[in-house]
């Protein structure tokens, strides 16, 4: 068993009418084609049945029981007349298997075609908007009996999967209740922040009102834990982990890269550690710069800037809150000292809570940096107030849970695009096909030959059903967009291109550790400080 | 007075045939006929084979023809990409093994009808 992932692009800049009209008109009439291509196949596979039913009612007929067909004069001038039943049966089972190839691959094709234009994505999305607000409401009104029902789909979903995997595996519970993710999120959090059912239905931040509530409490408890003093440094790479980036896809990449190397699950021989991100200057052939940041997620370590609590004050809906949190100070920090120029181009992409604080920082410093994109992968934002002259390209997956806990959908307009990923296995053998860099296509195998592009592959995903919320989930996602053709991708694509046009210049990497004020030195060096005060939050 | 019976026809009714035009009323009749002059219905069971392949060679056409439109459609469009140039090499192929099953759906109509079916 491999594991895949298929894409749909919501928002994004709008197409022509035309454009629009035209593609839908051509789905459409590839799915009526399907239609009537598989209606021929039943009709070819029933002739012989037909047949044979015709041939009974002549059962004593010399010719029909000789098996001979043609023309028979008989014996008393009598003409007696056999089709080759054998061969005509042959023959219409064949037809009918060429019908069913035509059928299918017209329904493929019309798919694809649906899902590059995304044809029915406003539909959906309000689909999904309904469906969160009504498990919202559900969840605010009776959270007893909601966590009852969503405990025992929950439950159900993991028992299910798990015989069905033939070993015990949590991530099935995920995957049964990933389509109430978002509503139960909004339900609870506003139980914790005192929304009521109704008020509830006219809004979609009561998860980031409720953050606010809670880490008032949680945000100095954790300062006492890990300290409360913010230190940033510079330090050296042995190796080139995140590399020289032209598009999303390869900004995907290098997080994913400076993202395991910090955790240790791949070993790059760098020397980086957790609590390290990379900051990368491009210069363009008119001498000017631009700035593409590279934000892993939370790692969890004790003294890291990126631990569990700092996601809850990045979720706030308080942007001094936010921008309290250690992960945001140190990367606005790091930016400062990297020498980001307050109207040079800025591209952000961070993954999980390294999405939330790159969307923190473009709602939050817009004063101080000009933020042009922003790339999430996995990320909660959905009610971060990002500027509009910002573009957001956010990559999110179905079951993963992490990007549903802003309990709302991402607005979908032209500048905020989300591709959303849905998890799915298939056999060892089914291989889809590949895009190499120079454009060529190397084909699929098993399914991914006979539906090309249905799906993407999730790289190293072969065998148990994994937790979705990694990186590699998300490239995925991507990649299967990207292949799609989508022209509302491409433009985010090209908007991305754009602002880190040039060539590389630098890459800088940044450390941060949490530690307790008491225990620096008199007169310690630069860095050791955080920006809340520059910002008017030192709390 | 003996009564006059004619043996052919009995022979040939006992064996389920009968002399061609005996008791017949037109190619593709359904009329039930007196025992003694029943039609052999192998005939009818060749044309009405035919008649069947024939519509579906018919179906296969006009629908190979109305596939050819919804490809010609795909084509217009500014959709590119790995995906799109894939899908419209595979739009191509299944034009062309429609329009290729329509000539093999109306081939197996003839090879029925070359058998006595369109007589």
Redesign the interface.
Same mark, same amino acid.
């Given at each position: 068993m491999r594991w895949v992932v298929s894409s749909q692009v919501v928002g994004g800049r709008a197409y022509a009418t035309a454009?629009i009209e035209?593609?839908a008109?051509?789905a459409a009439?590839?799915n009526?084609?399907a239609g009537?291509?598989r209606a021929?196949a039943v009709?070819?596979a029933a002739?012989p049945l037909?047949?044979q039913g015709?041939?009974a009612?002549?059962?004593?007929?010399?010719?029909?029981t000789s098996g001979t =067909?043609?023309?028979h004069p008989?014996a008393?001038?009598?003409?007696?007349?056999?089709?080759?039943?054998e061969?005509?049966r042959e023959?219409?089972e064949?037809?009918a298997r060429?019908?069913r190839?035509?059928a299918g691959?017209?329904e493929?094709?019309a798919e694809?075609?649906i899902r590059?234009?995304s044809l029915y994505s406003e539909a959906e999305l309000t689909t999904t908007r309904l469906v969160d607000e009504l498990v919202q409401f559900a969840t605010a009104a009776f959270p007893g009996h909601v966590a009852l029902a969503a405990g025992s789909l929950a439950v159900g979903g993991a028992i299910g999967g798990s015989l069905a995997e033939g070993g015990p595996n949590g991530m099935y519970a995920l995957e049964a209740t990933a389509w109430a993710h978002e509503g139960l999120m909004a339900g609870f959090a506003a139980l914790v922040g005192g929304v009521g059912p109704v008020r509830g239905l006219r809004s979609t931040d009561e998860v980031n009102g409720a953050a606010t509530g809670v880490a008032r409490v949680t945000a100095p408890l954790y300062a006492l834990v890990q300290g409360d003093t913010l230190t940033v440094r510079q330090v050296e790479s042995r190796t080139d982990v995140v590399r020289e980036a032209h598009s999303v896809a390869d900004a995907l990449e290098n997080l994913r890269r400076l993202g395991e190397e910090r955790l240790g699950k791949i070993d790059l021989d760098s020397g980086l550690e957790h609590g390290t991100i990379a900051i990368q200057e491009y210069r363009a052939a008119d001498g000017s710069s631009s700035w593409l940041v590279t934000i892993p997620g939370t790692d969890g370590k004790p003294d890291s800037p990126f631990g569990w609590p700092q996601n809850v004050e990045l979720m706030s809906d308080d942007g001094e809150r936010r921008m309290h949190a250690a992960s945001a100070r140190m990367v606005v920090e790091a930016m400062e000292r990297a020498g980001i120029g307050a109207d040079e181009p800025v591209a952000l992409v961070g993954h999980s809570q390294g999405g939330i604080v790159a969307a923190a920082i473009a709602s939050d410093m817009a004063d101080r940096f000009a933020i042009d994109h922003v790339v999430t992968a996995g990320s909660p934002v959905a009610n971060h107030p990002i500027p509009d002259r910002t573009w957001v390209t956010s990559v999110e997956v179905g079951d993963e849970l992490v990007a549903a806990l802003d309990g709302a959908p991402n607005p979908a307009s032209d500048t905020w695009l989300t591709v959303r990923g849905e998890v799915a296995a298939v056999g060892d053998g089914d291989v889809a096909?590949t895009?190499t860099q120079d454009?060529a296509?190397v084909p699929g195998t098993g399914a991914g030959e006979a539906r090309?592009?249905a799906w993407a592959n999730v790289a190293d995903s072969q065998g148990d059903k994994q937790i979705s919320h990694w990186l590699k989930y998300h490239q995925a996602a991507y990649r299967h967009a990207?292949?799609?053709? =989508?022209?509302a991708l491409?433009r985010h694509e090209e908007h991305f291109r754009d602002v880190i046009d040039g060539k590389l210049v630098a890459t800088t990497y940044w450390q941060g550790r949490m530690v307790d004020a008491r225990t620096l030195a008199p007169g310690a060096p630069p860095g050791m400080t955080g920006v809340a005060d520059a910002i008017g939050g030192g709390r | 007075m003996g009564i006059a019976i004619n043996t052919?026809s009995l022979?040939?009714a006992s064996?389920?045939?009968?002399?061609?035009g005996a008791g017949q009323t037109g190619a593709g009749s359904q009329t039930p006929q007196p025992a003694l002059h029943q039609p052999? #219905?192998?005939?009818?069971?060749?044309r009405?084979?035919?008649g069947?392949?024939a519509g579906?060679a018919r179906?296969?056409r006009s629908?190979a023809d109305?596939?050819a439109?919804?490809v010609r459609?795909?084509a217009?469009?500014?959709?590119?990409?790995?995906?799109?140039?894939?899908?419209r090499e #595979?739009?191509d192929?299944?034009g062309r093994?429609?329009a290729?099953?329509a000539d093999?759906?109306e081939?197996?109509a003839r090879?029925?009808a070359m058998?006595?079916?369109a007589?």
């Open positions: 454009s035209e593609s008109a051509a009439a590839l009526e084609q009537a291509w021929l009709s070819f002739a037909t047949l015709q041939r009612g002549a059962a004593l007929c010399p010719a029909m =067909s043609g023309v008989d008393g001038g009598g003409v007696h007349v056999a089709l080759p039943y061969r005509l023959r219409c064949d037809h060429v019908c190839d035509v691959q017209a493929h094709a694809l075609l590059a234009y096909p895009v454009g296509c090309p592009f990207t292949d799609l053709g =989508s022209p491409d | 052919t022979l040939a064996a389920g045939t009968t002399p061609p052999c #219905r192998c005939a009818q069971a060749a009405d084979g035919y069947t392949l579906l179906t296969a629908d109305a596939l439109g919804a459609l795909c217009g469009l500014d959709w590119t990409g790995a995906a799109a140039n894939l899908c #595979r739009l192929e299944i093994a429609a290729a099953l093999q759906a081939g197996t090879i029925a058998a006595g079916g007589a």
